[in-house]
Each structure stands twice: as structure tokens, then as C-alpha cells.
């Protein structure tokens, strides 16, 4: 079984507790305006763009219509070919097998305190993450996921039993907005929060929050009124997110960062709300 990597980040300590190893899925099905990591969302077409836009030679255009093989000695990491693609992609995917996986972890293990699955959107990959989850367990560290919501999780047992926690984004509740910013429904994400709080799965709650109006207030209290019996017995968070402009695709970037006063109202909304633990960041 494989998947497709866009990278590995080897030490975070943003994606969930403790330092972790992070897996940057390649693909998603939402296409949210305000992505700062654009590159992780669509497929390579073999088109050879970025390939012509390197001047490092670390892409070498071995096959027409294929992707191009990546020279990662050659790579500066200048991002042109990132910039160049016209289908938010990245000509430095691999596809890792769960021995890929393991063997890039082996030498970096003791160091981190578990794994966390993001994207793209990893749940994509729910089969792959089934598999790996359980043999990363065994070295005692903790497995977490990252995900829009978009997965019926519930039709993912054995995953939820192997996966020790779930951070949750949900980008708007009014669905229209939801819709405008991310071109999906979001019935299933909050089919999705409910689930996971039920289950005690859920760990964080998270909302990018921008200067332009997608309705950061209804979020929030829908978000409450609908979990609000798990938030104490399960201790959920809710992260605040504050729209940065860095990675975002450059027509989208007006959607603003917020102001302090705004975040700092939001804030005080969740912590009225229910939520005991809110943070910033």
C-alpha cells in the first residue's frame, strides 16, 4: 500500500501536543481560498511547467506527459516550481509505502512524541493511515490526524480505534459561505464533530478567522451548541487561527488578517460558549 507524500516536516511542535513528525498528504476535495499550503491540493499532469521554470536542474523531464523526476540534491527549495504550477501541485511527491514511512521515522522516533496525518487532507488515505497507525503505536507514540471533516469517519472504525486524537477545522457553519470559501458542503463536517466528540476523539476544534466576514461568530456557537456535552468530559480546545497572507495563492490574500480586537471577541465568545481551553495562534 502507498501514498502520496508532498513532504515530511520532521520536528513540529504546531501539529498538536509534544514535538511531532508530520505527514503532508498530497490531494484534497475542498479548495479553500485561504490554503497556505496550495501545493498539497491537486494531481501533476505531466505538463513539464515547473520543470522549465527551475534553474537548479533538479527536475529533469524524463517521460512526456509524466511527471517530472526531482533532483532533491540539486534543490534549493527556491519555490519557483511551486509558483509555476498551474495545478496546485508539486513536482516533489513521493509515493511512500508504509516501509517508506517507517524507515524515514527510525532514526528520528526517539525524538519526537508521535505522528500527526495532515494535507491536503489525509483522510483521503484512510486505508494507508489504518495500516500505519498500529505499527507506530507499538513505539509507544501517539498518532493524530488533521483533517476538514469531510470523511465519514464512522464508516473508519478500525482507524478510530488506532487514532489516539482528531483536530478538526471547520471553516464556516453558515453553509453558503462554506461553499464561497472552501467550493463544498459542510454537512458532513459537522456530522463529522459530533461524531468525534461523541466518541471522545476529539481534541481540538480549529477556525481560521480572517478580517473579511465568513461568519466567525455563528461558527463559533453552532460549534458549542452541538458538542457542548462532551467539551468539559473530554477537555476539547478551540484554536483561533489568524489568517496569514504566507503560502496563500496571491488573488485570495485580501481576505485580511484579523485584528487583535477581533480575535481577542472571539475569543472571549468561545470561552462563553463552553469552551474552557482557547487559544490564539
Same mark, same amino acid.
Given at each position: ?5 508532498? %513532504? ?13 513528525? $508530520?505527514?503532508?498528504?498530497? =490531494? ?36 512526456? =506527459? ?17 509558483? #509555476?504550477?498551474?495545478? @496546485?501541485?508539486?513536482?516533489? /511527491?513521493?509515493?511512500?509505502?508504509? !516501509? @517508506? ?10 525524538? /519526537? ?7 491536503? *487532507? ?41 487514532? @489516539? ?5 471547520? !471553516? ?16 458532513? $463536517?459537522?456530522?463529522?464533530? +459530533?461524531?468525534? #466528540? %461523541?466518541? =471522545?476523539?476529539?481534541? +481540538? ?27 468539559? !468530559?473530554? @477537555? ?8 496569514? $497572507?504566507?503560502?496563500? %495563492? ?10 487583535? *480586537? ?11 460558549? =463552553?469552551?474552557?481551553? $482557547?487559544? /490564539?495562534?
Amino acid at each position: 500500500m502507498t501514498a502520496l507524500i508532498n %513532504r515530511i516536516i520532521d520536528y513540529s511542535a504546531i501539529n498538536g501536543p509534544g514535538t511531532r513528525m $508530520v505527514l503532508v498528504f498530497q =490531494g484534497c476535495n475542498f479548495r479553500c481560498k485561504s490554503c497556505h499550503v496550495p501545493d498539497t491540493l491537486g494531481n501533476c499532469n505531466g505538463c513539464g511547467i515547473c520543470a522549465y521554470s527551475c534553474h537548479d536542474n533538479a527536475l529533469k523531464l524524463d517521460i512526456p =506527459g509524466k511527471a517530472p523526476s526531482w533532483l532533491e540534491e540539486n534543490c534549493t527549495k527556491c519555490g519557483a516550481c511551486i509558483n #509555476a504550477c498551474r495545478k @496546485d501541485s508539486s513536482p516533489k /511527491i513521493k509515493r511512500m509505502s508504509i !516501509k @517508506d514511512i517507517l524507515d524515514h521515522a527510525a532514526g528520528r522516533v526517539k525524538n /519526537i512524541q508521535g505522528i500527526t496525518c495532515s494535507g491536503g *487532507e489525509c483522510t483521503l488515505y484512510a486505508e494507508f493511515m489504518t495500516e500505519l497507525f498500529p505499527i507506530i503505536r507499538r513505539s509507544k507514540r501517539s498518532c493524530l490526524i488533521e483533517t476538514n471533516g469531510s470523511t465519514n469517519l464512522e464508516k473508519h472504525s478500525d482507524l478510530m480505534e488506532s487514532c @489516539d486524537g482528531v483536530m478538526l477545522d471547520i !471553516k464556516a457553519a453558515n453553509p453558503i459561505k462554506h461553499e464561497e470559501l472552501t467550493g463544498r458542503s459542510n454537512t458532513q $463536517v459537522f456530522k463529522t464533530l +459530533e461524531f468525534l #466528540a %461523541r466518541t =471522545g476523539k476529539l481534541i +481540538e476544534v480549529r477556525t481560521l478567522i480572517t478580517q473579511a466576514d465568513y461568519g466567525a461568530e455563528e461558527t463559533i456557537l453552532k460549534t458549542a451548541s452541538l458538542i457542548r456535552p462532551y467539551i468539559s !468530559k473530554y @477537555d476539547i480546545a478551540y484554536r483561533l487561527i489568524p489568517f496569514r $497572507v504566507f503560502g496563500v %495563492r496571491r488573488e485570495y490574500r485580501r481576505l485580511g488578517t484579523p485584528s487583535r *480586537e477581533k480575535l481577542e471577541g472571539l475569543r472571549l465568545l468561545a470561552l462563553s460558549s =463552553g469552551f474552557t481551553r $482557547v487559544f /490564539i495562534s
